[in-house]
């Protein structure tokens, strides 16, 4: 793993999400996108370095609308900028850590992603990203 890709958020309601970090940073996000297949339509915002994507749901039986209904709204993941992401899933199934995705698939901002299961990294989701060339 190379560095903090971004954190995700989840929100209830994405548009004043949106306005709220729009105002919190000072300029507006770079990037908004749906990932149908996953329920979510993301914002993202650039501070430095850094990354933020906040998450809401599409539809209610997405993710990020069972995740907020059990939880609330707040951090959801953390995620991982990758060089292999195949090689890394092998890595970390292998050193026993569980899986929510063991092939990855299609992401928001141009990444192949992957997902390890809370129960093996001390309660955060942790997702991994690799840059689509």
Do not use: W
């Not at 940073?25 to 990932?35: H, I, L, N, R, T």
């Not at 993941?77 to 063991?102: C, P, S, T, W």
């Amino acid at each position: 793993m190379r560095k903090i890709e971004h954190l995700g958020i989840a929100v209830k309601d994405l548009e004043a999400a949106t306005k709220t970090y729009e105002a919190l940073f000072g300029k507006p996000a770079y990037q908004s996108e749906e990932v149908e297949s996953e329920g979510v339509k993301t914002v993202f915002f650039k501070t430095g370095d850094n990354k933020i994507e906040l998450l809401g749901a599409t539809r209610e039986d997405s993710p990020i609308a069972k995740y907020i209904e059990k939880r609330g709204e707040g951090i959801h993941h953390i995620a991982f900028d990758v060089e292999d992401i195949e090689a890394e899933i092998d890595r970390l199934k292998n050193q026993g850590f569980r899986l929510i995705n063991e092939k990855p698939k299609n992401g928001a901002d141009n990444k192949r992603i992957a997902f390890l299961h809370p129960k093996s990294t001390h309660g955060v989701l942790v997702e991994l990203c690799e840059e689509i060339a």
